[in-house]
């Protein structure tokens, strides 16, 4: 049974400021590295067989603290990077709410489509599953951790498990390092097994 093992990279200064990152290229924090290198510590013990993040730094260098441990080359792909967040990317939550109080309202109601150049919810589900599915596809009833980011890690996630959109907004976004467990079941295809996880 293939065990995909979903990763949100660890603290950043925007994460910590509530700044929309989307896909800018922030690194992360003292606190950040910290936190990837604990959850590698209890990571290394998966014994993961493929190692692959989004390009995006703050996620390959949460990853590169788990290859440091396992000696698992990291694999970067860019369909894992986050959301596209349009002309929100780099704005603090408030000036959003301020400057778009329609589109933010719709955001927080969790619309899939919100215009201002936002990626749609449906295009990143499918980039990011294809990303998740295939790297899984690497190592059949093996262990594959996969870094990414806040959004796309839900949004990936409930796209392989066939959560409809709208369900798939009940599941928490994960925090900071932690990580969401998935399992390839022969007959009842990806079965979650943990979320939210850091131990």
Not at 22 to 43: C, F, H, N, P, S
Not at 70 to 84: K, M
Not at 146 to 171: I, K, M, Q, S
Request: a negative charge; proline letters at 3%.
């Amino acid at each position: 049974m293939t065990r995909l093992i979903v990763w949100r990279h660890g603290l950043t200064e925007w994460n910590a400021t509530s700044r929309f990152q989307g896909q800018t290229d922030v690194e992360l924090t003292d606190v950040g590295r910290e936190q990837a290198a604990a959850a590698a510590t209890k990571l290394a013990g998966y014994q993961p067989d493929v190692i692959v993040s989004s390009d995006l730094r703050r996620a390959a260098d949460t990853a590169a603290a788990l290859a440091a441990l396992t000696g698992v080359e990291v694999e970067l792909d860019s369909r894992l990077r986050e959301r596209f967040f349009g002309e929100w990317q780099s704005l603090l939550r408030d000036e959003i709410e301020a400057r778009w109080p329609a589109e933010f309202a719709r955001w927080r109601a969790g619309e899939a489509s919100l215009g201002c150049g936002i990626e749609d919810m449906e295009d990143l589900r499918k980039r990011v599953a294809a990303g998740l599915r295939e790297a899984a596809e690497r190592a059949p009833d093996g262990t594959v951790v996969a870094v990414t980011h806040g959004a796309a890690a839900r949004e990936g996630c409930t796209a392989l498990l066939g959560w409809p959109e709208p369900v798939g907004r009940t599941l928490g976004i994960l925090g900071n390092c932690r990580w969401t467990e998935l399992r390839a079941d022969p007959v009842r295809g990806w079965v979650l097994w943990a979320h939210n996880r850091f131990v």
